[in-house]
């Protein structure tokens, strides 16, 4: 058996297609949404997906700045930047790129992002939404996770899902939001016992552990859906998921690729948080 790709490729294509209708119907409204992405340092990965973001609103003619700032900034002027662009009514989104340098204190700085303009979703405010089940930005990766599986119609109610890693960018919010479409979910992690036996009972899979090739095919529920997450770069230079592609793809039923699965999911989604959060501030109709 050869397991069907889920191709994040296309359906993220298609979804960005789509939200570049939408803008230009809100931008007919006087609605331009508008995002901005703040980076601190020059971390080279952290520079790319800074331009790729960019590039990405463009595209679907969303407004976009870029605050590029050095390394040894303060904390407190990156406070007051934030708060300068939660007070600005050209920005509906505002990105903050992770990591951030040592002396910044993380939490400070995603918690002074308004609510309502945090399109990462990682405000506690957003992250006690989700938990509560109330509607609000929630974070990108596990939105497009949601979203692939909506797309290729794989039922999620009453299934078993298995999340292996539980980071609060991708893990915890992937469960709860599984919950919330009624899957019954187990979160593995470092200290789970018989990792194996527990990913194996899964109907449905998520890998996003940041280990290269650790979920093998012995691991695989024959007709599974396997989702993942990973993005690890190897010695050789290529990148590879968490998943062991090759043998897992014979016992699985979905598949995604890395690259070409959840990466360009995660992307389309913080054009579609964007422009959400310029719908709720605007209050047009969603
Ligand atoms: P993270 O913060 O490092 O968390 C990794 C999680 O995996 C932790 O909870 C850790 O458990 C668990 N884990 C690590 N090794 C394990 C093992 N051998 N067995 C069981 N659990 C293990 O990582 P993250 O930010 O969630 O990212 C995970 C991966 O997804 C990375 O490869 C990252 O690059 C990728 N990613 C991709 C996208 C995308 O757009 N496709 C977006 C975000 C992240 P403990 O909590 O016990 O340490």
Redesign the pocket.
Known sequence: MSANIMDGKAVARSIREGLKEEVEGLKKKGIHPGLAVVLVGENPASMVYVKNKGEACRSAGIYSEEHKLPEEMKEADLLRLIDQLNKDPRIHGILVQLPLPAHINKERVLASVSPEKDVDGFHEINMGRLLIGQEGLVP??PL?IMKLLEHYHIPVEGRFAVV????????KPVAMMLLQRNATVTI?????KN?GEVCRMADILIA????PG?ITADMIREGAVVID????RLDTGKLAG?VDFESASKRAGWITP?PG???P???AMLLYNTVKAAKMATGSNP
Request: aromatic letters at 0%; proline letters at 0%; glycine letters at 20%.
């Open positions: 990108c990766t497009g292996v890693g539980r980071s609060n960018i991708v893990g593995c992690h470092t200290r789970t990792m996003a552990a940041g280990r650790m997450v990973g993005i690890n968490d890395v699965g959840v990466g999911m995660t992307i």
